[in-house]
């Protein structure tokens, strides 16, 4: 007669934490997504730290000079075109993500006739544009931001 173990068996987490980074089989749209959350969370640290600094005008003059002279650097300057890419890229995503989630770019619903064709490549056409967009506006900003100033 068999026995049966009565322990619960764990699978390996194989992937680790580079899972969390895997496209896998939906490929582009999960690689915005993760994108979208990094800017998201980026957007979020800078406005943390802007309540911060612009706080720091209450303690008074002598505070507040001294806070904005430690954020007037080079570095600075590049990490706030860096947030304007992250709002830019998050902008972008996000009125695709809310068009799709509407259904207003899935188009009209085919018969499944053999090859079947899969609702997410009837949108990556959108996709892409919003994305070339993205960029669009992050190069106009690049050249405002560099070449302007």
């Given amino acids: 007669m068999k026995t049966v173990s009565l322990e619960k068996r764990t699978l390996p987490h194989r992937l680790g934490i ?12 999960r690689y915005l997504f993760i994108l979208h959350r990094i800017a998201g969370l980026s957007i979020l640290l800078y406005f943390i730290l ?3 600094i612009t706080g720091q005008k209450i303690n008074g003059k002598q505070a507040w000079d001294a806070v904005m002279g430690s954020v007037g ?4 300057y590049i990490g706030e075109y860096l947030l304007f890419v992250a709002v830019a890229f998050h ?3 996000g009125i695709r993500l809310i068009l799709s989630e509407f259904g207003w770019i899935l188009g009209k619903p085919k018969r499944p006739i053999y090859p079947y064709q899969s609702a997410n490549m009837r949108i990556r056409v959108f996709t892409w544009i ?16 560099f070449l302007m100033h």
């Fill in 18 to 29: 580079g899972g969390w980074a895997y496209g896998g089989r939906y490929g582009l749209e």
């Fill in 50 to 52: 802007h309540i911060f």
């Fill in 73 to 76: 650097g080079t570095w600075f």
């Fill in 91 to 93: 902008a972008m995503n």
């Fill in 130 to 145: 919003m994305m070339i967009l993205a960029v669009i506006i992050m190069a106009v900003g690049g050249f405002d931001f």
